[in-house]
Nanobody, 124 residues
């Protein structure tokens, strides 16, 4: 079992920055890959970024590439999402998720554990 708890969401103006955190507990954090997803009202859950178990490899969706950075600190059992140059279309609930097969997949159904989500609202 893995428990995930996100934090760091909030209200920010367009062009601003936020850093999301996701604290993990349960199984050894460095043994699985992590991902961030988001879901806006009325839309399907969307892949944002993923990171390998060591942190050496990352992948981001085209919509956030160059603005968002995923990272992890295995000593702190935490994965981060640094979001810069935020846009109103980034408004969504953001979720972190764990993939026990340690695969950096973009498909939500391949992540076994999910956090409860944190709201990010970007005003224009």
């Amino acid at each position: 079992q893995v428990q995930l708890v996100e934090s760091g969401g909030g209200l920010v103006q367009a062009g601003g920055s936020l850093r999301l955190s996701c604290a993990a507990s349960g199984r050894t954090f460095s043994s699985y890959a992590m991902g961030w997803f988001r879901q806006a009202p009325g839309k399907e859950r969307e892949f944002v970024a993923s990171i390998s178990r060591s942190g050496g490899n990352t992948y981001a969706a085209d919509s956030v590439k160059g603005r968002f950075t995923i990272s992890r600190d295995n000593a702190k059992n935490t994965v981060y999402l640094q979001m810069n140059r935020l846009k109103p279309e980034d408004t969504a609930v953001y979720y972190c998720a764990a993939n026990m097969a340690s695969v950096m997949t973009t498909r939500a159904r391949e992540y076994e554990y999910w956090g409860q989500g944190t709201q990010v609202t970007v005003s224009s």
